[in-house]
Nanobody
Framework: QVQLVESGGGLVQAGGSLRLSCASP????????MGWYRQAPGKQRELVAT???????NYADSGKGRFAISRDNTKGTVNLQMNSLKPDDTAVYYC?????????WGQGTQVTVSS
């Protein structure tokens, strides 16, 4: 069973920042496309950002210019720096690892942005 472990969620005021981190097994980190998704109450899970093993990134329009996904190759973690947070960013954020037909999820971390 592949375990992805998220950390860094919490409560922040609008305009503030949070940094999420996802730890995965080394083999997963080195091969898979890693990403962050989020799910707000009553809504479908949606893409936030992804990063390939080579460092290529992709962002949903909602986070462009505010969010930055990165890889720490020393620690084997994938990070999501979130700046200028808005109440609409409130959701459970999930780490994802994807490779061909294999798809794994973390348990999720709550991000709450107060107005």
């Amino acid at each position: 069973q592949v375990q992805l472990v998220e950390s860094g969620g919490g409560l922040v005021q609008a305009g503030g920042s949070l940094r999420l981190s996802c730890a995965s097994p080394r083999i997963i980190f080195e091969i898979y496309v890693m990403g962050w998704y989020r799910q707000a109450p009553g809504k479908q899970r949606e893409l936030v950002a992804t990063i390939t093993k080579d460092g290529s990134t992709n962002y949903a329009d909602s986070g462009k210019g505010r969010f930055a996904i990165s890889r720490d190759n020393t620690k084997g973690t994938v990070n999501l720096q979130m700046n200028s947070l808005k109440p609409d960013d409130t959701a459970v954020y999930y780490c994802n690892a994807n490779y061909n037909l294999a798809n794994y999820w973390g348990q999720g971390t709550q991000v709450t942005v107060s107005s």
